[in-house]
């Protein structure tokens, strides 16, 4: 297992157009998260899956993100009618049960033209 | 909820030198990481420190969770160890596993 992977690296969309990312954990790691970060700061929670329950979702989880996990394996992360706004480093990372050191992945990078 | 503060948030440093940068945090903590987040965006672990001192090759750690803060040492500094340090931070009255993070510390070594 080399690590958490995200898919696709870059995305460039049009406003207004619903683009989805993947996140494939560590496979031993039950729980998931996403985060985003905003250049210049620090990446800010934006939810969390413990295996395929979605436990917790951050006010910054606008209705226009989903994000589901089947299975408690791969997740995914939708973004409905793209806003510039929306232009930032989407984060995954995964821990396991028992503790929770969190590895990252490379990020998708989303830019809203 | 728990607030983390870094410092400093720039650092420039001549090839060789050592540092230390500082993690405040506002509450108690189940966990603490410091990341490294290279040129390319990705967050690179370096310790996982709750409490007490680790110690890997250049770098280590030092966590004094009754006095809210911890530290991280870069000793002989190279040109590789530029980009952002992050410190994240679980809080124990969260509820729910979370990382909260600072606004990092941005370090440039010069050859």
């Known amino acids: 297992d080399t690590g958490v992977s995200q898919n696709p690296r870059h995305k460039i969309t049009k406003r207004g157009q619903n683009v989805t990312f993947r996140c494939d954990p560590i496979?031993?790691?039950?729980?998931l998260y996403w985060y985003r970060q905003t250049l210049g700061q620090g990446p800010e929670f934006l939810t969390y899956?413990?295996?395929?329950?979605?436990?917790?979702k951050s006010r910054l989880l606008s209705d226009r993100f989903s994000a589901e996990r089947p299975k408690g394996s791969f997740s995914t992360l939708e973004i409905q009618r793209t806003e510039q706004g929306d232009s930032a480093m989407y984060l995954c990372?995964?821990?396991?049960?028992?503790?929770?050191?969190?590895?990252f992945g490379q990020g998708t990078r989303l830019t809203v033209v | 909820g728990i607030q983390v503060e870094q410092s400093p948030p720039d650092l420039i440093l001549q090839e060789g030198a050592n540092s230390t940068l500082r993690c405040n945090f506002s509450?108690?903590?189940?966990?603490l990481q410091w990341f490294h987040q290279n040129p390319w965006g990705q967050l690179i672990n370096l310790f996982y420190?709750?409490?007490g001192t680790k110690q890997n090759g250049r770098l280590s750690a030092t966590t004094v969770a009754t006095e809210r803060y911890s530290l991280l040492y870069i000793s002989s500094s190279q040109t590789t160890d530029s980009g952002v340090y992050f410190c994240a931070v679980e809080g124990m009255n969260t509820g729910f596993q979370k990382l909260v993070f600072g606004t990092g510390t941005r370090l440039l070594v010069s050859p």
């Open positions: 420190i709750p409490s």
């Open positions: 899956f413990q295996n395929e329950a979605q436990l917790e």
């Open positions: 509450d108690s903590v189940n966990n």
């Open positions: 990372a995964s821990s396991p049960l028992l503790n929770t050191e969190a590895f």
């Open positions: 496979s031993e790691h039950n729980r």
